[in-house]
């Protein structure tokens, strides 16, 4: 099976830099990834990773480390605009691999 | 190219009664997913595909039905409606090679 945590909150000042992060236990995995899903609103993909390290798409990076079981997204350089709710996820590899299990979410709130 | 297409966009619902939620994705995606995000929560499993004809149970499968008779369409179909089923509902379709997942804009659903 598969369990993924998240922290239910965060709160961060525009401009700083913010790290949410995610554990996960589970028997295998493709990948790993970082949805962004703004309130009312359907979620929108932001990053993926397969392989242990970071990767970076402009103001957000996503690291992973499979043998921690562990994921972060950085978002750096915070706007208003980036409150929302961030969601990680893992999708399933082989007979599962068309399986994607989420966690429950990170809510970040961007204050002036 | 629309995308992932849901309707309808909201519905009410009285118990026991039954209803299908139309799903539609135009990007020729082998893999489609249907998800209930209940208020402050992730995204949960409910069926998913791998291909025209091939179905397979999520995490919380029950009252739910799904077909896949085309590779554009995979409708769910709730058979008796309950309270407990009241949620958002969320289609998302993605590519075998990619892992992005694209999303529905979602259904929003009442049982009274």
């Known amino acids: 099976g598969q369990n993924i945590d998240q922290p239910t909150e965060m709160t961060a000042t525009e401009g700083a830099i913010v790290q949410i992060n995610c554990t996960y236990q589970?028997?295998?995995?493709?990948?790993l990834f970082w949805y962004q899903q703004h309130a009312g609103e359907a979620p929108t993909f932001l990053s993926y990773?397969?392989?242990?390290g970071l990767e970076e798409k402009g103001r957000f990076s996503s690291f992973l480390s499979r043998s921690k079981g562990y994921s972060y997204l950085l978002l750096k350089e915070l706007q208003m605009k980036d409150s929302a709710s961030y969601l990680c996820?893992?999708?399933?590899?082989?007979?599962?691999?068309?399986?994607?299990?989420f966690g429950d979410g990170t809510t970040l709130t961007v204050k002036p | 190219n629309a995308g992932v297409t849901q309707t309808p966009k909201f519905q009410v619902l009285k118990t026991g009664q039954s209803m299908t939620l139309q799903c539609a994705q135009d990007?020729?995606?082998?893999?489609m997913s249907w998800y209930r995000q209940d208020p402050g929560m992730g995204l949960r499993l409910i069926h998913y595909?791998?291909?025209?004809?091939?179905?397979d149970q999520g995490e919380v499968p029950n009252g739910y039905n799904v077909s896949r008779s085309t590779t554009e369409d995979f409708p769910l179909r709730l058979l008796s409606a309950a309270p407990s089923q009241t949620s958002v509902y969320f289609c998302?379709?993605?590519?075998?090679?990619?892992?992005?997942?694209?999303f529905g804009p979602g259904t929003r659903l009442t049982v009274t």
């Open positions: 990007m020729n995606h082998e893999y």
């Open positions: 998302a379709s993605r590519d075998t090679t990619l892992y992005e997942q694209y």
């Open positions: 589970t028997s295998g995995f493709n990948g």
């Open positions: 996820a893992v999708i399933g590899y082989n007979t599962n691999a068309g399986k994607s299990t």
């Open positions: 595909s791998v291909g025209a004809g091939i179905t």
């Open positions: 990773n397969v392989l242990d």
